[in-house]
């Protein structure tokens, strides 16, 4: 019965790989096909002369497959550079700002007591619960106003509205679960705050690595307030670009090409900041 069991759970495991990571595969393979290969049907499972030819032109150069064949750079390689400009920039600083916050303030919801303390955690709670959708009319009125509609600054604002409350309410579980160390700090002669950066940090690294990957994708795949707030204007982020990328007609490899590209950025974080994370806990961090 328990080797039933086993099968079956490896069963349902090998069916959410292969849901998860079918469409990134076809989409990997797209963009390594000729135009005849994906005019062809039923299209091809492996490419079967593959070139990186739409990822070169999606970034403005032309791509010689043969001598006399070459494929043209794509008409919106401008917009694709410029949107992947553009969150990385947000990205990265959302993902700064954000841990530079919420770490002190997870912090001290987790380990200190203090008045008012349960019902500004309500508060955190309900501003996670708010869908972002119920708040765009008023931050778009409130951009138009202050001029900061179509500017990266005003996207990083918003963005930020909802990463820190979010990693903080999940940080502040991972805390309260860390050893009583604060005592054993003070008696040390540690003030607060360096009990906060030398000890409580590095036994909390593990977690608040997770953070940033969760802070780093939020921003990334923030689509929402972009469309509103940025979409067609110098500060449009790559996933806003690639939607009025689908209204263009691209070639099929180039937006193939985009999508996978898309996807890179989070992919290098979550496996630098895991490798981190595995490395991390093979330490003791008490010493």
Not at 156 to 165: A, D, E, R
């Amino acid at each position: 019965m328990q080797r039933r069991m086993t099968l079956w759970a490896w069963l349902g495991i090998a069916v959410a790989v292969v849901w998860t990571l079918l469409p990134i595969y076809w989409f990997l393979k797209m963009s390594l096909l000729t135009p005849d290969e994906i005019a062809r049907f039923p299209p091809p499972l492996v490419p079967l002369d593959p070139t990186p030819a739409a990822y070169f032109n999606i970034f403005g150069f032309d791509y010689q497959v043969t001598p006399e064949l070459v494929r043209r750079a794509s008409g919106q390689a401008g917009q694709i550079i410029n949107g992947l400009i553009n969150s990385l920039i947000v990205s990265i600083v959302v993902t700064a700002i954000t841990m530079l916050v919420v770490v002190p303030l997870a912090y001290v919801f987790a380990r200190l007591d203090f008045r008012f303390k349960q019902a500004l955690l309500i508060t955190i709670l309900l501003s996670v619960a708010l869908p972002p959708v119920s708040t765009l009319i008023p931050f778009y009125a409130l951009y138009v106003q202050l001029g900061l509609a179509g500017t990266r600054f005003g996207l990083i604002v918003v963005t930020l509205t909802i990463t820190i409350p979010f990693v903080t309410w999940m940080l502040i579980g991972y805390l309260r679960n860390l050893p009583p160390v604060e005592r054993l700090a003070r008696v040390d002669g540690y003030t607060r705050l360096e009990t906060l950066v030398f000890i409580v940090i590095p036994l909390a690294r593990s977690g608040i690595a997770v953070a940033a990957v969760i802070a780093f994708l939020f921003a990334w795949n923030e689509y929402t307030y972009a469309l509103v707030l940025v979409n067609g204007t110098p500060a449009n982020t790559l996933a806003t670009a690639l939607s009025g990328f689908l209204f263009q007609h691209p070639e099929p490899s180039h937006l193939a090409a985009a999508l996978v590209v898309s996807i890179l950025p989070p992919v290098l974080v979550a496996y630098f900041l895991q490798r981190h994370i595995a490395e991390m806990n093979l330490v003791d961090p008490i010493r």
